[in-house]
């Protein structure tokens, strides 16, 4: 059992939460501390304050019954408390209404130790108090706020005010700051595409701002490699296709009875060997990613397939993505010709997934054993199963693919066919929500 299983995994969520939770107990903490500290000591006086001017009245109305009266007129008129006496009255009823606070009993308690008193709140906001004395029965009623705070709750409602307004204000604080990453996230991820998304411009904090400065210097120095490997290999390429065209030119004015063609077709084989290497070293950088359909995509890039064997295409509804359309085509089509070459049925088929497109190339063929699997996507790999028996090529098949579905945020990855062969899997992202600031140009 792990904390994290517990709480959010949002860089958001958990910056919300860390706000949340010190200002919960901060209030909570300060709620309890305010009562159980100030306003029990405030409450505490009040009603000591009470308890004193009651037995005050008593002892003097005792000694002097004369100055009631004046007394009673005294204190309402201080608007302490309303005083009446009910001489004779030997048995005490207690008043109607709520109990009181802890604090007044107390005091209460130490003013009157035989008992002879009760209190209750009037539902009116009024305090009742009733004491029976050698004389009779005292009655003072006086408004509640002299024994207890009644605006203590305003304390809890500012300090809620004040954490709202405090947890609003970092949140869209905080906002912007997540923003910022999205867009580095995002860009990590088109750039990663092959796209060259112009609009991205470091923001957020300085070191959000520093960690994008780094993704923008490492994408210049892969294509600087890129730019380099491709055009080395475009000059090799060149070079060699002069003498290849060479031969070619002497092939053809060799003399008739001089047997060619075995010669021929070693120049065409070294020729598609030549165009592999190239078309891999390039892997279509200079092409930027569009809107596509992968369904339409994927019926171009399997016609050629569907010469050469029994081809099946299951399609739903269009599956809109962005795509670098070329280098798709061809990653599917060097799937679907692969399958093609080693089985008599080939069947294709697009599912459209929650967050992803997959397309699903099966053959019919020998297929390749689980273990060899990776070893296909190899560059170069030849493996030695029955499938590579008399099929031309230069092992960069699988490899081409792979590396263009992985371009494109996705994978490739091979299986057991349910039609007895090999099954070639293409899973490919589907476009998620750009963060703001982050739109295309116009076209």
């Not at 296709?241 to 084989?269: F, H, N, S, W």
Request: glycine share 6%; hydrophobic share 40%; aromatic share 6%.
């Amino acid at each position: 059992m792990r904390l994290r299983d517990y709480t959010p995994r949002g860089y958001n969520a958990r910056n919300i939460l860390i706000l949340i939770v010190p200002m919960i107990v901060f209030v909570v903490s300060m709620s309890l501390f305010f009562f159980y500290t100030h306003v029990e000591q405030v409450n505490a006086k009040l009603s000591r304050a009470v308890a004193d001017e009651l037995s005050f009245v008593m002892r003097h109305h005792e000694e002097k019954p004369e100055d009631w009266d004046s007394i009673a007129k005294a204190m309402s008129d201080a608007g302490l408390m309303s005083l009446t006496f009910t001489p004779g009255v030997t048995q005490l009823d207690p008043p109607r209404g709520n109990a009181c606070c802890d604090q007044l009993r107390d005091e209460m308690s130490i003013r009157f130790p035989q008992g002879n008193w009760a209190y209750r709140y009037l539902p009116d906001d009024f305090l009742t108090i009733r004491i029976l004395g050698p004389r009779g029965l005292y009655e003072a009623r006086m408004d509640r706020k002299r024994v207890i705070i009644i605006t203590a709750h305003i304390f809890i409602v500012w300090s809620v005010a004040f954490g709202v307004l405090l947890l609003l204000t970092s949140y869209l604080f905080l906002r912007n700051q997540v923003r910022s990453i999205l867009q580095l996230s995002w860009a990590a991820d088109a750039f990663g595409r092959g796209e060259d998304m112009p609009n991205f411009k470091p923001s957020g904090a300085i070191e959000v701002r520093k960690a994008a400065r780094s993704l923008l210097r490492m994408r210049n120095r892969i294509r600087r490699y890129a730019d380099q490997r491709t055009a080395m290999l475009a000059g090799v390429s060149h070079d060699l296709r002069t003498p290849l065209a060479r031969l070619k030119l002497e092939l053809a004015l060799a003399p008739k009875d001089y047997d060619t063609v075995p010669a021929k077709k070693d120049i065409e084989e070294m020729e598609r060997m030549l165009d592999g290497y190239l078309a891999f070293a390039r892997g279509e950088e200079g092409e930027q990613p569009v809107q596509s359909d992968l369904v339409e995509v994927t019926r171009e890039a399997v016609m050629a397939a569907s010469a050469r064997s029994k081809l099946e295409l299951v399609a739903p509804a269009p599956v809109p993505l962005r795509l670098r359309q070329l280098a798709m085509k061809r990653a599917i089509a060097n799937l679907a010709n692969n399958a093609a070459d080693h089985g008599s049925q080939v069947r294709v088929t697009i599912a459209n997934t929650p967050g992803e497109g997959i397309v699903t190339i099966e053959d019919n063929g020998p297929g390749i054993p689980p273990e060899n699997y990776e070893d296909a996507f190899r560059p170069f790999s030849r493996l030695d199963a029955s499938r590579n028996q008399n099929v031309s090529g230069v092992g960069l098949g699988l490899t081409i693919s792979r590396d263009t579905a992985r371009a494109h945020g996705g994978d490739v990855t091979l299986g057991k066919s349910e039609l007895g062969g090999l099954r070639a899997t293409i899973r490919i992202p589907l476009d998620t929500e750009r963060p703001r600031g982050m739109g295309e140009e116009e076209d």
